[in-house]
């Protein structure tokens, strides 16, 4: 039987998107997006905050990067990952898990909405009132 990941993460940007690009040529988006949750602790309710490391890539890391800023509600939906490589310093084996996204959408943008989809060719398209972009496949 196969497993089902999927994570929806709806939160706030924790800084500006910065586009970058593989040894490949590939672009990709590292986000940071924050969640808050209500904890109860000595009859007295106070928030949390839990940060979320996101991936996208090409089309969808360039279209994030061009309409998102800190502080924009984000809709992330993916799955998660976990990457793994060695420190050069300690020679230990380090780890990040990542929502890697499918479908990203900024509704509550400052600047003026856009939505866009992305097809089977990575063409982009309108469709509704909410930013919207969403990728069929990850480059690997």
């Known amino acids: 039987m196969r497993g089902i990941n999927t994570v929806t993460i709806l939160g706030h940007l924790g800084h500006d998107p910065e586009l970058r690009h593989t040894a490949k040529g590939h672009q990709v988006l590292e986000l940071g997006i924050a969640t808050n949750r209500s904890i109860k602790r000595d009859n007295e309710w106070s928030e949390e905050t839990d940060w979320h490391r996101v991936k996208l890539w090409n089309q969808q890391a360039e279209f994030v990067a061009t309409h998102a800023r800190k502080g924009d509600v984000v809709v992330v939906q993916g799955s998660l990952r976990t990457e793994s490589w060695t420190d050069s310093a300690t020679q230990l084996t380090r780890y990040k898990t990542y929502v890697y996204a499918r479908r990203v959408q900024l ?20 469709t509704g009132p909410a930013r919207l972009y969403e990728e069929d496949a990850i480059p690997f």
């Open 107 to 126: 509704p509550g943008s400052r600047r003026a909405p856009v939505s866009t989809t992305a097809s089977a060719d990575g063409a982009a398209g309108q």
